[in-house]
Structures are given as structure tokens and as C-alpha cells.
């Protein structure tokens, strides 16, 4: 019954593994192709800014040692907001390690276990047939075959569980090749345009477009003290008072 127990509670954990890797792998592209966006979008915008500096220095409107010579507040939003995109897909790609991981050491714990049950019972065998007993020969063999069985049942139940370590490798490689069906109706938020997940600041601009942000995204590990305003609001804040 112990040999049971360990199975299906094993199977139980893991047998959400897959559907868990597969969304975190699916939010891992998303970002991906964001962060290719940005980072296309601010390439473009320096090599312009860049040229137009060249081209102001050449005609002596701008000179060396000017102030002018530095990149917009959009350029620098676009790189803020792209370091902000990769430290959002390295904090899901930890995730997804740590989740793999935890699900191997607790095999490794089950096997040790099983290890041990093992040896005892081997203990067990060996003094129960060195001892002496004045049972006839015949119920010594019934019971010797009946503790063989045991073992050889034990020996079977260590084999699938070593199986099930190896499927973890697999379910994981197998669950990034998927596409995870996503409910268009979900509303998406933050720079990243993803879903609702973890944990959000909201932006205390009434008329952000956005609204709502990760943490992750924003450069936040916890809630923000006095108001808090996202990148885009502060530039359009920034640019109003410049006028």
C-alpha cells in the first residue's frame, strides 16, 4: 500500500508539470517577440537620432560639446523598457527551472526511500532464514517465495519511478513545441501585453492608456510608496512641461 501511495501522489504532481511548463514557455515567446519589436523600433530611432546629430555638427548648428548631443526620452524609454522585457522572461525562465527542479528532488527522496525499504526488508530475510524455527520445511519455502514476490514488486515500482524521472526532462522538452490554445477575450495589460498574472502596480495617471503593470515589467519588487507612474506617463509628463 506504501508503494501505492508513492505512485499516485508522484503522478498526481506531476502530471500538472507539463501544462504549467507549456504556459510559462508560451509568455516566454510572447516577451521574446516584444523585446525583438523594441529593440528593432530603438535601433531605427538612434540611427536617426545619430544621423540628425552628424548632420547638425556638419552645419554648425550643433557644436561638439553641446548639450543636444544625447538620445530622445523615447530612445531611452524604448532601452528602459526593453531591460525591463528581459528581466521578465529571466524571472519565468527561473521559475520554470526551479519548478523541474523541485519535482527531481522529490523523486530523489521517494527513491531513497524506496532504497531503504529495500534494505530493510533484505535485512529482514536474511535473519528470518538464519534464525532457528521449528517450523516444517515446507512453510519455510511458502514464506520465502511470498518475501521474494515483495521484492521483486518493490524492485518493479523503484523501475517506474526512475521512468518517471526521466519524463520529466521529457515533458518539459515536449511542452515547449506546443502552442497554448489563449482565450481571446482575456484582456491583456502592461508594456508586455500579456494577461493578469502575479503580482501588479497600477499607474496613478487617470488617463494612462495601459493602466496596469508587473512588477517584473516595470522594475518592481514591491508596491510602490506615494503615487507611482509608469514610463509613458512621466515622458508625456516630462514633454508638457517642456512646452
Known amino acids: ?6 505512485t499516485e501522489e508522484f503522478q498526481s504532481n506531476i502530471e500538472a508539470l507539463p501544462n504549467i511548463l507549456q504556459r510559462k514557455y508560451a509568455l516566454l515567446r510572447d516577451l521574446d517577440k516584444s523585446l525583438q519589436e523594441v529593440q528593432r523600433q530603438n535601433e531605427q530611432r538612434c540611427e536617426q537620432e545619430l544621423a540628425d546629430m552628424k548632420r547638425g555638427i556638419k552645419s554648425g548648428n550643433i557644436t561638439p560639446n553641446s548639450s543636444l548631443l544625447k538620445f530622445s526620452d523615447e ?15 529571466v524571472s519565468l525562465a527561473s521559475q520554470a527551472y526551479d519548478l523541474v527542479d523541485s519535482h527531481i528532488q522529490q523523486l530523489d527522496r521517494y527513491l531513497k526511500k524506496f532504497d531503504e525499504d ?5 535485512d529482514s530475510m536474511s535473519s528470518t532464514v538464519s534464525s532457528p524455527s521449528t517450523v516444517d520445511n515446507n512453510v519455510k519455502a511458502g514464506r520465502s517465495g511470498e518475501t521474494s514476490n515483495r521484492g521483486r514488486k518493490k524492485t518493479r515500482l523503484a523501475t517506474a519511478a526512475a521512468s518517471m524521472a526521466a519524463s520529466i526532462t521529457t515533458a518539459a522538452n515536449t511542452s515547449m513545441e506546443l502552442d497554448l490554445p489563449v482565450d481571446p477575450n482575456e484582456p491583456t495589460y502592461c508594456f508586455c501585453n500579456q494577461v493578469s498574472y502575479g503580482e501588479m502596480v497600477a499607474c496613478d495617471n487617470p488617463d494612462c492608456k495601459i493602466e496596469w503593470f508587473h512588477y517584473g515589467c516595470v522594475g518592481l519588487k514591491e508596491q510602490p510608496k506615494g503615487k507611482w507612474y509608469c514610463s509613458d506617463c512621466v515622458g508625456t509628463k516630462r514633454r508638457k512641461k517642456g512646452k
Open 1 to 6: 500500500m506504501q508503494e501505492m501511495s508513492f
Open 75 to 89: 530612445a531611452l524609454d524604448e532601452q528602459k523598457h526593453a531591460i525591463r522585457i528581459a528581466d521578465e522572461k
Open 118 to 122: 529495500l534494505r530493510r526488508e533484505k
